[in-house]
């Protein structure tokens, strides 16, 4: 691909695409500036590579491992603090919605007991469930959010996530319980159920 063919050149795939980079930068450093700065380098670098890509998906995943990459490096050598050990209303919440899952014994509810998810693989496949998928993460809390991106889509360790956010083992563990079993739920409620809904 000729730098003057890559989808860099398309001024409406670089929007939307940078619209895509500053949200998830702006949740993960909570600083706009660095946000926008990382996102400027991550561009730059993929400009300066972009020959190497056929298709838009593979160039946006690049770009995304790119920023994911330095916001790694971010947490690992700058030291930043900042506490997210206060719960929020919204996060009390998702502890009494899942208490409210269980009956006394800890066994599932009759009326709250999962619906069958149908073939993994298959569900997975389907771009779609990933706009879901989105949309169910955004409808967490901000620092439930960060932490499950933290672990899960930058691929920290807990040890690394607890020392960038000034958080305990333990704390960090509850905040992952709250986020996995927040996102089940809005799946369980948006995609897998026979008739979708708002979360």
């Given at each position: 691909?000729?730098?003057d063919?890559?989808?860099?050149?398309?001024?409406?795939?670089?929007?939307?695409?940078?619209?895509?980079?500053l949200k998830?930068?702006?949740?993960?450093?909570?600083?706009?500036?660095?946000?926008?700065?990382?996102i400027?380098?991550?561009?730059?670098?993929?400009?300066?590579?972009?020959?190497?890509f056929?298709?838009?998906?593979?160039?946006?995943?690049?770009?995304?491992?790119?920023?994911?990459?330095?916001i790694v490096d971010?947490?690992?050598?700058?030291?930043?603090?900042?506490?997210?050990?206060?719960?929020?209303?919204?996060e009390?919440?998702?502890?009494?919605?899942?208490?409210?899952?269980?009956?006394?014994?800890?066994?599932?509810?009759?009326?709250?007991?999962?619906?069958?998810?149908?073939?993994?693989?298959?569900?997975?496949?389907?771009?779609?469930?990933?706009?879901?998928?989105?949309?169910?993460?955004?409808?967490?809390?901000?620092?439930t959010?960060?932490?499950?991106?933290m672990?899960?889509?930058?691929?920290?360790?807990?040890?690394?996530?607890?020392?960038?956010?000034?958080?305990?083992?333990?704390?960090?563990?509850?905040?992952?319980?709250?986020?996995?079993?927040?996102?089940?739920?809005?799946?369980?409620?948006?995609?897998?159920?026979?008739?979708?809904?708002?979360?």
């Amino acid at each position: 691909m000729s730098p003057d063919s890559s989808p860099l050149m398309d001024d409406a795939f670089v929007t939307a695409l940078r619209h895509d980079l500053l949200k998830f930068a702006r949740l993960q450093l909570r600083n706009d500036a660095l946000a926008e700065d990382m996102i400027q380098e991550a561009l730059a670098a993929a400009l300066a590579g972009a020959r190497r890509f056929e298709g838009r998906a593979a160039l946006k995943t690049w770009i995304f491992a790119i920023l994911r990459n330095k916001i790694v490096d971010h947490f690992r050598v700058s030291g930043r603090v900042t506490n997210v050990s206060a719960l929020s209303p919204d996060e009390a919440g998702l502890d009494q919605a899942f208490e409210a899952l269980f009956k006394a014994n800890e066994h599932w509810a009759p009326d709250a007991r999962p619906s069958a998810w149908g073939d993994p693989e298959e569900v997975l496949v389907q771009q779609r469930f990933w706009a879901v998928f989105d949309a169910c993460l955004n409808h967490l809390p901000a620092s439930t959010a960060r932490v499950f991106m933290m672990r899960e889509f930058l691929e920290l360790e807990t040890a690394e996530i607890c020392r960038a956010l000034e958080i305990t083992a333990g704390n960090c563990n509850v905040i992952l319980h709250r986020a996995r079993n927040g996102l089940r739920r809005c799946l369980d409620k948006n995609w897998f159920s026979p008739e979708p809904t708002r979360c």
